[in-house]
């Protein structure tokens, strides 16, 4: 449903983004991950046919973003970093005037309408002025304002920055439920555990460029094995410990930051810290605690871009793509 090769746009030395190349099947959920600045708003738009690329070549829903904007602009939704809607009119209201924007009757659109309500659980605040709307609220009203048209392509460009941790995830299940149904979503976000939750594959986006990609389970395997943390009972003998740890390491031991604790890379498996701590109480080494370590994609995401994400920018690239277009602007 998305396909790009060689997308490129610049704004600048530096800005902008470089030879992007990107597939999206249908009916699945695709995120860019990336730090504040890093080129994914500028993508989206390129793809939403909001901005025109300086090279390469992207199609949605089979169309030219180029050639055939308005048939892209058809079959897609898009709910930006900010709410698109009027705070001075009520939640129906706005659906309302989308739908008949797009065309339908009046009465076609107050039953899309009411439809969306529903769906959102947010019949109850129908007719109050959006300015009443929580943040929470107002994120699922504007997703559902991206919906009016019924698209086969959402994009959705960071839609839980600033909401609360229930309302987030509040979002990500009406996200599940689209994809179950049919919909085709990119999703950009520099929450990690955001792209983790929702996506199936993932590109991790910085310096305008993809740095890598892949299912999430993929992009952690690639940040390095699973590791045994092992906290010795003081006056523990160390070497015999670590013998016996060789046995069952995948690579070579290392002693942690912290005294008295050992790091073993293993090859997780059911069974395998009930057996380590059988071996180690038969050496007679006194543990006392042991747990098992999995590679996250925050592993996978401080390897490749160098920060953490939600929201720590990326060297010259830390620039919002509004304000390097202004800046192109203005040149």
């Known amino acids: 449903m998305i396909e790009a090769r060689g997308l490129a746009k610049s704004f600048g030395p530096g800005l902008g983004v470089s030879g992007i190349d990107l597939q999206v099947p249908a ?28 090279a390469g070549w992207a199609r949605v829903a089979g169309h030219d973003v180029v050639a055939q904007g308005r048939a892209v602009r058809r079959r897609i939704g898009l709910t930006g970093q900010l709410a ?16 008949q924007l797009s065309r339908m009757s009046r009465r076609q659109a107050r039953a899309r309408a009411a439809d969306l309500l529903t769906q959102f659980g947010l019949e109850s605040a129908a007719g109050r002025a ?38 987030r995830r509040a979002l990500w299940e009406v996200v599940r439920r689209l994809a179950r149904e049919g919909t085709t979503v990119l999703l950009t976000t520099q929450y990690l555990e955001e792209a983790d939750q929702l996506a199936g594959h993932i590109c991790v986006i910085t310096g305008g460029r993809v740095a890598a990609e892949g299912t999430p389970g993929q992009l952690k ?21 670590a013998a016996v740890l060789a046995r069952r390491a995948a690579g070579p031991l290392a002693a942690a930051p912290r005294p008295g604790y050992l790091e073993v890379p293993v090859v997780p498996c059911a069974g395998l810290v009930t057996s380590v701590i ?3 109480d038969e ?49």
């Open 130 to 167: 959006v300015r009443t709307y929580s943040g929470g609220m107002r994120r699922r009203l504007d997703l559902a304002a991206s919906l009016v048209g019924g698209p086969a392509v959402l994009f959705l460009d960071e839609p839980t920055t600033g909401l609360d941790p229930d309302s």
């Open 84 to 99: 698109s809607l009027d705070d001075c009119m009520t939640g129906r209201a706005n659906l309302v005037m989308l739908g």
């Open 221 to 241: 395997a690639a940040a390095g094995p699973a590791k045994l943390i092992i906290s010795l009972a003081p006056g523990a003998d160390l070497a015999r410990a």
């Open 27 to 54: 009916g699945t959920i695709v995120s860019l991950l990336g730090p504040n600045g890093a080129g994914k708003t500028t993508i989206v738009r390129m793809l939403a046919t909001l901005l025109r690329p300086d």
């Open 283 to 331: 050496a007679g080494v006194a543990v006392n605690d042991i747990s098992l370590q999995l590679p996250t994609l925050e592993d996978a995401f401080r390897g490749l871009t160098g920060s953490a994400a939600a929201g720590l920018p990326s060297g010259d690239d830390a620039v919002s793509p509004e304000a390097a277009e202004a800046r192109a602007r203005a040149a």
């Open 278 to 280: 059988r071996d180690l």
